[in-house]
């Protein structure tokens, strides 16, 4: 077996542009010193997922004889990265399978940039400093110091930090002098600024450090800095530094996150199994954060279903083996900090033929399922009639009809006879069979045992959201929603009821009413009692979960101005308004259930202008919740209040609302334009915003929109009245920066935002404003923040262009509104995809508004996001968007194609397969191709179409002991993909033969025995020496008077059958000139026959079908019509279960008319008279009318 080994496998690395970069990987089946005759390894590269294509001619870019990667120049600029990504190596032996290495990330080093300078110093003998050096963290291992511009060479008191920082300890004053950073990439190198260390007399007051915790792993240098050594994941922790002063004490903490790459506390194991069995893979996996597992069997995804199944996060369990799951299966870890891969392979065993010592068990009798639940299944059994031998063990094979994956279970102990299956689907057919082992193998299998697992009864849930209001004194109106766990349709609801006493108990019996709908009404209640109410769903299986009881009480008599105001309520934010100048639009809801006291026949709305106390009013029907009030004045302000009308009158009013109608008419059809202005003013915790409403007024605004959060404006939003200018925004986050943007809005819609930034204000310093302890500590070394950070790119939008093509396009504010760009800035995009076991992210330097992404794979979902970087500056990452590619073709055709026979019938195969492992789409439908000539032309195959979400499919009617090849094209909705390998499969020998009972299609002439049936006689004999001797005239004479004596036999009953049989079967003859068709010679031996599609008669012939033409009354037995009705079966399922039309539909779109050349049965044909052969010929005219056309043409 191919095995990686662990040092020459890929890892990640840092390639210099214009340098040679080499990728390790090896493989090799077995030992290559004991085996040098072993088959060799096919080594071929992954970059991002994608198998490279190296050309012979590519001198770039080649593959070593050990399967290494050798790029002998790294391309990279700001636009073109050819080479930098993530690579994996496959190795291919085709006898033994496929295995991948892990995956490897090639960065190419980026131009330097120094994000910080080292800065001038000044420290006492025997004390530390640090000199700053921030690079690329990438360019890190680059970069050297210089002291006096000569190379500093490096010693314990000298310590270069893992950041690139040069940390000087117990100074002396030879340390003194200029230090300057460098690094050396391709090309020239490039330094950073120089820094002048003096070295001061000693000082006594200065601190002293003092370390607490392990000694070795631990050392503090530059004073105070922390530098631990050997990293594990112990160390990870809370690391606190104390600083103490003259009776002052400052404490800075720090969280250290140590992550561990995966690492295997189990690898999988080779596996040799047989057919049927059960058979798990382990692997066991550790690392921070948790890795994630997933599996790959012979360089594709295992896909977990009914029979490959992830068992405790990590193992795989693999159940009921076929050969075709054999192969190299790897389990592949990754996290964070890295990946590991180990592999292990599946060997399938032949069941060996050895030759048994002495007798073996028969097969075990009476197999019955005692026990059949919905998920188990309990087998029992009598001994076998022949055990041969004690202490007998039985193996129980099962499957799921429609598969072809059989499983077994042993007994637990010898003489047992019963087993319990678990795990089983419910509602579903199973085969079994029992086979006895004893001391000399395995013994006869048991018949097969058809058993169906039990549905399980799914009853509905509850009925959510009942609702129960009293309209009336003596009616309750109930209503409810579906249950959210229906378990199949819901056949009718029952309600129960029942009456309470005041003090709450129950005394009377529960009613029950049929409800067919998710409402209904009690009537002929009492009135004002109080009820308990309950609803219960039925379907098929019979009553459902109950739900809660409510309690509702029933109306009084009483007039509705008894109860307590209000018994309405008036949404004044749904007051809204017409865009006519003169009209206002008012909106309410109605009164709560239990303050209606009866129902609502109306409402009333009384408006008034202004502060008058003269009133108008508009009533309207029981079931409007809004009125248009219109004849109003321009630009005027109206106050409105509504009252519920029942049958008892009116009900308390509403609180007065204000609106005030439009001093012109104003523009609906669009949204408004951009406000014209927006300010802000930040304060400790809160942001005043104002603005000016947009400079086109003649486009109606009915409020804004205000958007704000930090580094993005879609945290929190805010709408305000159109009137409102300013608003303050409160419980923010202090030293933050918000993002706000300012949106206009109507019925249309909202318009096009404004954007604007601005930084809370900081939090007083609590500490003596006089004595800055920060600045004291690390003033020497820290650098000091940028005041003014970018803001982040908005209106981030990523458009789809093709099935590998997204164009991502953003806008910057921090730009003039002609968005044009004059300065040194760049925009760094960074898109990921949604697939869980490719998380990674890739990001893409441009100057520009937008930028092509390209190389994403299809149909899939891609995450775009953007920053900004102006020289020491940047931004955070904006808003994502995201976008799918369009799907394309399939580039991979159907995998693990197999192809079995159905039990009992050996003329039926089933054809299993997988999907596509680039699938590019969702498969919408499958063809199955298939002929007995592998090299026949693609047109000339029959196809069989199946549904995109089937992957099993059954065949039927095919020849028996014939070889036919099979192959399998998937389709989407972009096109069809490419066709699988072909599969062959040999049908099974027939077990029938002989001549009694032989097939009534074999043609005059054919070879073999005649055993059985009726034969001819002996006149006939001498009739056939005769046309054998007999010449020219002879043979016309004999055939005429032939002829004329079977006519005087036959009656006149007869002929009129006959007429009608050449009557109807002129009716189907093929279109064309009679003439042009050509009698084929009946007595030569016709090896194959051409199956074509044969359209259906709408209503058989019952002449053609039940009437033979008989050579004499007492030759020919009566023809059993179910012969006829087998015959349309055959014809029928020659198809499988897709109807002719839509073959005939496909075919239609191929160019061409599905076809096969198949061999008949060839069986011992019976010695019959030519006229009875043409009567049986007659009598199955569904199969070729053409042939008993030329049949009659011959002998009349």
Known sequence: QPLFLSPLQPWDTLAVRGAPALLNCSAHSGDPASEPTAPQARVEWK???????????????????????????????????????????????DSLGTIASRTARLTVAGMPRFSSQPAAASIRLGDSQVLACDV??????????????????????????????????????????????????????????????????????????????????????????????????????????MADITNNTIEAKAELTVQVPPEFLKRPANIYAHESMDIMFQCEVTGSPAPTVKWVKNGDAVI?????????????????????????????????????????????????????????????????????????????????????????????????????????????????????????????????????????GLGESSAVLKVATQGEVQVPGPAPNLQAVSTTPTSVTLSWDTPLTGNGDVLTYKVYYMEKGRDGESFRKWHDIDAGALSYTLMGLKKFTEYSIRVVAFNKHGPGVSTGDITVTTLSDGNSRNCNPPCLRLCTHCVSFHPPTQSIMVRWQPPPPGAQNGEITGYKIRYRKGTRKSEAAETTGGTQLFQLIDGLERGTEYTFRVSAITVNGSGPAT????????????????????????HVRPLVNSIVVSWTPPENQDMVVRGYTIGYGIGSPHAQTIKVDYKQRYYSIENLDPSSHYVITLKAFNNVGEGIPVYESAITRPQSDPIDPDVDLYELFHAPYTPV???????????????????????????????????????????????????????????????????????????????????????????????TAQGTTFETIPSSSPKDVTVVSKELKPRTI????????????????????????????????????????????QIQELTLDTTYYFKIQARNSKGMGP????????????????????????????????????????????????????????????VVVGAFLCTRRTTSHQKKKRAASKSSNSSHKYKGNSKDLKPPDLWIHHERLELKPIDKSPEPNPVMTDTPIPRTSQDINPVDPSLDNSLLQRRNSYRGHESEDSISALAGRRGMRPKMMMPFDTQPPQRKCVFEICALIGQYTEVNRLFTTQTIVLFS
């Open 47 to 93: 970059k991002d997922g994608t198998f490279l294509s190296l050309a012979p001619d590519d001198g770039r870019r080649r593959v070593l004889p050990d399967g290494s990667l050798l790029i002998s120049s790294v391309v990279h600029s700001k636009h073109n990265k050819p080479d930098e990504g993530t690579y994996q190596c496959v190795a291919t032996i």
């Open 136 to 241: 690329n963290p990438d360019l890190v291992p680059l970069a050297r110091w210089e002291r006096e511009r000569e190379p500093l060479e490096l010693s314990s008191r000298l310590v270069q930090l893992p950041n690139g920082a040069l940390v000087v300890s117990n100074a002396s004053e030879a340390d003194a002098g200029l230090y300057r950073c460098m690094v050396e990439n391709a090309g020239p190198a490039k330094t950073s600024e120089e820094a002048q260390l003096t070295i001061l007399p000693v000082n006594s007051n200065f601190p002293t450090s003092v370390l607490s915790g392990s000694e070795g792993k631990l050392e503090l240098v530059g004073g105070g800095s922390l530098l631990i050594y050997n990293l594990t994941e112990e160390d990870a922790g809370v690391y606190s530094c």
């Open 304 to 440: 977990p279903s009914d029979y490959f199944k992830i068992i405790n996060e990590h193992n795989l369990q693999v159940l009921g083996l076929v050969k075709s799951d054999e192969g190299f299966y790897q389990c592949l870890a990754e996290n964070d900090a890295g990946n590991m891969q180990s592999s292990a392979q599946l060997i399938i065993l032949e069941h060996g033929v050895a030759n048994p010592t002495g007798p073996t068990p028969s097969a075990p009798r009476d197999v019955v399922a005692s026990l059949v639940s919905t998920r188990f299944i309990k087998l029992t059994w009598r001994p076998p009639a022949e055990p041969n031998g004690e202490d007998l063990t039985y193996s129980v094979y099962f499957n799921q009809e429609g598969t072809n994956r059989e499983r077994i279970l042993n007994t637990s102990r010898p003489g047992e006879m019963q087993v319990t299956i678990q795990n089983l689907m419910p509602d579903s057919k199973y085969k079994f069979r029992v086979v006895a082992h004893n001391k000399n």
């Open 655 to 678: 609180e007065w609302s204000t609106a005030e109608t439009f001093e012109s008419d104003l523009d609906e059809s669009r949204v408004p334009d951009i406000p014209s202005s927006l």
């Open 785 to 879: 923040p940028d005041p003014t950070p970018m803001l982040p790119p908005v209106g981030v939008q990523a458009s789809v262009l093709s099935h590998d093509t997204i164009k991502v396009t953003w806008a910057d504010n921090s730009l003039p509104k002609n968005q044009k760009i004059t300065d040194a800035r760049y925009y760094t995009v960074r898109w990921k995809t949604n697939i869980p076991a490719n998380t990674k992210l890739k990001t893409a330097n441009t100057t520009n508004l937008s930028h092509m992404v390209t190389g994403l794979k299809p149909n899939t979902l891609y995450e775009f996001s953007v920053m900004v970087t102006k020289g020491r500056r940047t931004s955070t990452w904006s808003m």
């Open 910 to 953: 089933i054809v299993n397969w997988q999907p596509p492992s680039e699938a590019n789409g969702k498969i919408t439908g499958y063809i199955i191709y298939y002929s007995t000539d592998v090299n026949a032309e693609v047109h000339d195959w029959v196809i069989e179409p199946v549904v995109g979400n089937r992957l099993t499919h």
């Open 979 to 1038: 066709m699988s390998e072909a599969v062959h499969f040999r049908t099974p020998k027939s077990k029938c033969g002989g001549g009694g009972g032989g097939n009534p299609w074999r043609l005059i002439g054919s070879e073999g025995g005649g055993g059985g049936g009726n034969s001819w006689s002996g006149d006939n004999h001498i009739l056939v020496i005769v046309v054998i001797i007999s010449v020219g005239a002879f043979t016309i004479i004999v």
